[in-house]
């Protein structure tokens, strides 16, 4: 399996997981893409900084070759569902605590 098919994989399971496992409904609510857009841009920085330095190197045979600051579009992929699953999670425990009080 390449990187290109995890960083989609981890995508599919962060939307099936935020939408039917936790049932928190993140992905549609307008705070999920006003949190996503702030983070979106230092993602990038970070993204540039780690490859213009090649202290984060990619194999050009396990990416899709395209790039947006320096690294593959991927890393957005992970990006994304990284925040979305923190989102999630963090709001499931949230109700979960508010349910038990």
């Known amino acids: 399996m390449i990187y290109s098919d995890i960083a989609l994989d981890a995508v599919v ?3 099936l997981t935020d939408l039917f496992l936790l049932r928190t409904q993140m992905i ?3 705070i999920f893409w006003l ?3 702030l983070i979106f841009p230092f993602q990038l920085i970070t993204n540039w900084w780690l490859t213009s330095r090649k202290i984060v190197q990619y194999s050009t045979s396990e990416i899709i070759g395209r ?3 320096g690294a593959p579009i991927e890393d957005l992929l992970f990006g994304f569902s990284m ?3 923190t989102l999630a999670l963090w709001e499931f425990f949230k109700q979960r605590k508010a349910r038990s009080s």
């Open 67 to 69: 790039r947006l600051a």
């Open 28 to 30: 549609t609510r307008g």
């Open 13 to 15: 399971v962060a939307i």
């Open 83 to 85: 925040i979305l699953m």
């Open 35 to 37: 949190t996503y857009a």
